[in-house]
């Protein structure tokens, strides 16, 4: 049975060791770190999920910009890490349906994600280019990715811009 939740400031430990397993280096939880403590931090979007008490998993959406004329804020998920023994059984997936529905009931206009297509498409993802939004980063078209929600408009497109929070160490 698995259990998804917001995050508390006793999970923050596990939440760091969980992605540096699932990543392999400590970029991630580093990441997790900084966004915490920046004014893009959305505490209802920082998710754990649990097993038998156990923290396996966990997903976070933050505040990114979409600039054009305007600059609009918008969701990224980043990152997204589930414990690599507990890889492959639907952990990942119920994060981001819980984390898109919370989304929903936010009213938020749209998710943008850098991962692969296969995995994303499932929860209705597309190339961001459809939408006319463009990546900061010189990746293939088909690794940055959009989930348009229900509050949707076509307003809604540019380049995205990461905050501070995401330059890398
Ligand atoms: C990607 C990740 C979050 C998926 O979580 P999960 O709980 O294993 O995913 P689910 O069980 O819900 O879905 C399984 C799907 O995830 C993808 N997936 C999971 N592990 C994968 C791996 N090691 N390599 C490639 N794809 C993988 C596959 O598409 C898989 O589908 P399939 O089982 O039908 O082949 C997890 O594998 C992970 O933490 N990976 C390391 C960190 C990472 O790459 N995060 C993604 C950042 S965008």
């Known amino acids: 049975m698995i259990n998804i939740r917001c995050e508390t400031l006793s999970d923050y430990t596990v939440i760091a060791e969980v992605n540096t397993l699932a990543f392999g280096q400590k970029n991630e939880a580093k990441l997790v770190e900084k966004i915490r403590r920046s004014d893009r931090y959305i505490p209802e979007l920082s998710l754990v999920a649990q097993i038998e008490n156990v923290v396996v998993g966990h997903i976070l959406f933050s505040y990114i ?32 349906k819980a984390g898109l529905e919370i989304a929903e009931a936010k009213k938020e206009a749209i998710v943008i994600v850098l991962g692969h297509l296969e995995f994303y498409t499932r929860f209705g993802f597309q190339p961001s280019v459809v ?31 990461y905050p501070a929070a995401f330059n890398m160490i």
């Open 65 to 96: 910009d979409l600039v054009s004329e305007e600059t609009l804020q918008v969701l990224g998920l980043a990152p997204l890490a589930v414990h690599p023994k507990f890889q492959r059984q639907g952990i990942g997936s119920a994060l981001i």
């Open 131 to 161: 939408y006319e939004i463009e990546s900061p980063f010189p990746v293939p078209e088909e690794f940055f990715m959009v989930k348009p929600l229900q509050s949707y408009q076509k307003s809604y497109k540019g380049k995205v811009v």
